[in-house]
C-alpha cells in the first residue's frame, strides 16, 4: 500500500490508522501469522497499532502479546500466564535509556562507573539467557538512544562520568552480544532516533505525560524500522533490484545524447551523484542481491552506457540485461521467470512516474519505491529495507555468481538435443547427508524462504531447527550440489519425523535455482536408503497448498508414491514403500558427509 | 480563524482519528460521548489536531482541557 512506504506521511499515518487497518485486512489472498510478544519498558500501545501496519502491508498477520507498563523485566524473569501459553513467534524487548536503572554520578571513579555498565548489562544478559531458554524463538532488542541533555557538554560522550558515554558504551555491549548470539537482533534505535531529529524525538513532554519513549509523531518511523527486520526474519526480503537506465543509474538519454553526453562520474555535482548511487548498488550487489536491467532503449546503447569509463557499474555486474521496447510491466514478468524468482522478490526502480504506475498496477507485489531526483535513491532504496540483512551466509556472498552461473547453462542447454546428455555434460556432483552444525543457520534460513519449491511451507526458527538437528526422531537431508559451471551451495532440505515404521515426512523443500536437475531423485533415493536403515517401511509425504507451491503438487506421485487421501483444500497425502525401491538418479554423483573436509 | 472554521476542521480530524464519519463535535463534546475516545487515543488526538492546525499544546492544558470546546478556545487564541 502506497500510503506505507517509505518515504511515508507518517502525519497521515497516525491520522488515518484505524481506516488504513480496516482496508489491510480486507485484502484477499495468505497472509502469515505471527504471535509477537513486547515487553516494554514504556508505553508500546502506539508501536503495536503502526507495527501492524506495516506488517500487514507485507503479508504478515501479527497477534500480539503486550506486556504491562514498565514490567519487560520482570516479564520476561517471572512470565504469568498469559506470557507462557502465549508461545510467542517473537519476543521483541523495547526498552530506551529511560529504563537505565543507575547512572555515573560525577563523583564515579573509573571502575564505579564500569561496575555500574556491569550491573546494567547483566541485568540485560540475563533476561536474553531466559527468554531464549524458555521460548526458542528469534529476540528483538531496542540498542540505547542518545541521552537528550549533556551534562558535561561535549565532554559527556567520552568522560567515564558522562551519560553520553555510559550509553554508548552499554550499546557496545549488546552488540558484543548480538555478534556471538544467532536469533538475536538488535534494532537500531540510536540510529533512528538520530536520523529523526533527537531533540523532537527525546521531547520530554512525551515521557512525563504518556510515558513513550519519543515523541508520538516518530512512533511509525520507529515501528516501520523494527518491522523490516520482523519481515526479513519471516521470509519477505526482496531478492533482485531491477534498474531502469537514462535518469536512474545516469543523467541524461544515452539514446539521444550519446555515451559521451550522459551524466556519470566526477565532472559535475550531478554526475558525482549518479556515481554515487552506482556505488551503491555495486555494494549491494556484492551483499548478495541480484541487479537487472529493465530499461528501454536499444540494447547496443544500454550496454554502452554501461560500459562509459566514468561509471561504476559494468554490464557484467547484471544478470539479466532487459533493454528493449517491450513493456516494462512484460520485461520484470519475464525476468521473474528467468531468475526463476516471484515477481514480489523484485524491486523496480526507475525515476519515470508512468512507468512506476505502470508496472504497480500490472505486477501485484513487485515493490515501486519513489524514485523523484538522484539524490534521494539511495535514501528512499535504503530506508525502504527490502534487503534488510538478519542472516548473513556465506551463500548471500556468491548469490551473484550462481545467477550468472545459471545463465551459462541455459546457453549450454540451447546446445544439446537430449535433455539428459545435456544434464550429464554438467558434471554435477552432490553431497546429501545428515545436517552438520555449519549448515545450520544456511538450512533454516532456506525454510524460510522458499515458496515455490516447498510441500508444507513450515517454517523454523533457529532454536527449532536446532532441536531437530539434536534428535534420534528424526531423518534429515540437507542437500549441496556442484557443477562444472559453479557451487550451488546448499539447495534442498528434506526432514521428517519417525512413527513406528512410517517416516512422516514434515520438509521437502528446494531452490529454485536447481530446478529440473533431477536433485530432488537424489534426494530422494538417499532418504530411501537412510529410511530402510533405521527400520522405516513407509514414506508418507503431505503436500498443503499455497498460493505459490503449486509446482510441488504433484512432486510424490512423480517420485512414485501413491495418492492415499485428498481434501477438499487440495492438501493429499502420498505414501511410498521402502522395499522394491529402485534408484532414480542416474545424472548427479552423490557422496556424503565423510567425504567432504 | 475563526470559530467555525475551527469547528469544522476540529470535526474532520475527529472522524479520521475515530474512524466514524458519524461524529459531530460541539464545544460541549467531551471522552464521553465518543465511545473509542480513551486515554490512549486521546495521544493520537491530540497529535492530529496539533499538525491540523500548525500549534502545539502546552503539556498543562492537555491535562486540564474539559471538553472540545476548551480545546477550541486554546485553538482560536494560539492560530491568526
Keep these: 500500500m502506497k500510503e506505507l512506504e517509505y518515504p511515508f506521511d507518517a502525519e ?104 555500574l555498565l556491569e550491573a546494567e548489562y547483566s541485568r540485560f544478559e540475563q533476561m536474553w539467557q531466559k527468554i531464549a531458554e524458555t521460548y526458542h524463538c528469534p529476540i528483538i532488542q531496542n540498542n540505547f538512544e542518545l541521552p537528550f541533555y549533556r551534562l558535561m557538554g561535549n565532554r559527556d560522550c567520552y568522560d567515564h562520568r558522562g551519560r553520553t558515554h555510559f550509553v554508548t558504551s552499554l550499546n557496545e555491549r549488546f552488540y558484543a552480544y548480538a555478534r556471538e548470539h544467532e536469533g538475536f537482533y538488535i534494532n537500531d534505535l540510536q540510529f533512528i532516533s538520530s536520523s529523526y531529529g533527537l531533540k523532537a524525538w527525546s521531547d520530554p513532554s512525551y515521557w512525563n505525560m504518556y510515558k513513550y519513549a519519543m515523541c508520538v509523531e516518530a512512533i511509525p518511523e520507529f515501528s516501520f ?50 556515481y554515487e548511487f552506482q556505488s551503491y548498488l555495486k555494494e549491494l550487489k556484492n551483499l548478495g542481491v541480484i541487479l537487472t536491467v529493465c530499461s528501454k532503449n536499444d540494447h547496443e546503447n544500454a550496454i554502452a552506457g554501461l560500459q562509459h569509463p566514468e561509471g561504476v557499474l559494468r554490464p557484467e555486474d547484471f544478470i539479466i540485461i532487459k533493454a528493449n521496447w517491450e513493456n516494462k510491466d512484460r520485461n520484470i514478468v519475464q525476468t521473474a521467470a528467468e531468475l526463476n524468482i516471484l515477481p514480489d522478490a523484485i524491486v523496480f526502480a526507475d525515476d519515470n512516474p508512468a512507468e ?71 558434471d554435477m556432483k552432490a553431497v546429501i547427508d545428515d545436517f552438520l552444525p555449519v549448515y545450520l543457520q544456511r538450512i533454516t534460513q532456506l525454510t524460510n524462504k522458499s515458496n515455490q519449491f516447498n510441500v508444507t511451507t513450515r517454517r523454523y526458527t533457529t532454536a527449532e531447527m536446532e532441536a531437530v538437528a539434536a534428535s534420534d526422531d528424526y531423518i534429515r537431508l540437507y542437500g549441496k550440489l556442484v557443477d562444472k559451471f559453479g557451487d550451488n551451495g546448499i539447495v534442498s532440505v528434506v526432514i521428517g519425523h519417525k512413527n513406528g515404521t512410517v517416516l512422516e515426512m514434515d520438509l521437502w523443500l528446494m531452490s529454485c535455482r536447481v530446478l529440473k536437475r533431477d536433485m530432488e531423485l537424489a534426494m530422494l533415493d538417499t532418504l530411501v536408503e537412510k529410511s530402510r536403515q533405521q527400520g522405516i517401511q513407509t514414506i508418507r509425504g503431505y503436500y498443503y497448498p499455497t498460493a505459490k507451491n503449486h509446482m510441488v503438487h504433484d512432486l510424490y506421485g512423480r517420485f512414485g508414491f501413491a495418492k492415499v487421501q485428498e481434501e477438499e483444500d487440495g492438501s493429499t497425502v502420498w505414501e511410498l514403500s521402502t522395499e522394491g525401491y529402485e534408484a532414480q538418479n542416474h545424472v548427479i554423483a552423490v557422496s556424503g558427509n565423510s567425504e567432504i573436509g | 480563524m475563526d470559530m467555525k472554521t475551527i469547528y469544522a476542521a476540529l470535526n474532520e480530524v475527529f472522524r479520521d482519528v475515530f474512524d466514524d464519519d458519524s461524529i459531530v463535535v460541539g464545544p460541549k463534546t467531551t471522552a464521553n460521548d465518543i465511545e473509542d475516545w480513551d486515554s490512549l487515543e486521546h495521544i493520537t488526538l ?35
Aim: glycine share 6%; net charge neutral; no cysteine.
Design chain 1, 12 to 115: 497521515y499515518i497516525i491520522k488515518k490508522r484505524k481506516s488504513l487497518r480496516r482496508s489491510l485486512l480486507s485484502k484477499e489472498g495468505p497472509r502469515l501469522k505471527k504471535r509477537i510478544a513486547v515487553l516494554g519498558g514504556s508505553t508500546t500501545n502506539d508501536i503495536v497499532v503502526y507495527l501492524e501496519l506495516f506488517l500487514l502491508d507485507q503479508g504478515i498477520e501479527p497477534v500480539f502479546y503486550q506486556s504491562e507498563y514498565g514490567q519487560y523485566w520482570q516479564d520476561a524473569m517471572f512470565p504469568g500466564e498469559e506470557l507462557s501459553s502465549f508461545a510467542p513467534d517473537l519476543v521483541f524487548i523495547h526498552t530506551s535509556n529511560r529504563n537505565i536503572t543507575a547512572y555515573p554520578s560525577v563523583s564515579s571513579t573509573p571502575e564505579e562507573a564500569q561496575q
Design chain 1, 225 to 274: 524500522n523494527l518491522a523490516s527486520i520482523i519481515k526479513s526474519l519471516f521470509g519477505k526480503n526482496k531478492k533482485a533490484l531491477a534498474l531502469d537506465l537514462d535518469n536512474t543509474l545516469w543523467g541524461g538519454v544515452v539514446g539521444d545524447d550519446g555515451v559521451d553526453g550522459i551524466q556519470i562520474g566526477q565532472e559535475t555535482g550531478v554526475a558525482q551523484s549518479y
Design chain 1, 356 to 426: 512506476r504506475e505502470i508496472v504497480r498496477a500490472q505486477v501485484p507485489g513487485v515493490a515501486v519505491p519513489l524514485m523523484d531526483s538522484v539524490e534521494h535513491y539511495i535514501i528512499h532504496l535504503d530506508r525502504s529495507g527490502f534487503f534488510e540483512v538478519t542472516n548473513f551466509s556465506a551463500d548471500d556472498l556468491k548469490r551473484n555468481d550462481m545467477y550468472k552461473a545459471n545463465a551459462q547453462r541455459a546457453a549450454q542447454q540451447a546446445s544439446f538435443a537430449d535433455y539428459t546428455d545435456y544434464l550429464l555434460s554438467l
Design chain 2, 46 to 80: 491530540i497529535s492530529a489536531v496539533e499538525k491540523r492546525f500548525k500549534m502545539k499544546f502546552k503539556m498543562g492544558e492537555i491535562s486540564s482541557m474539559k471538553n472540545v470546546g476548551e480545546m477550541a478556545q486554546i485553538i482560536a487564541s494560539r492560530v491568526k
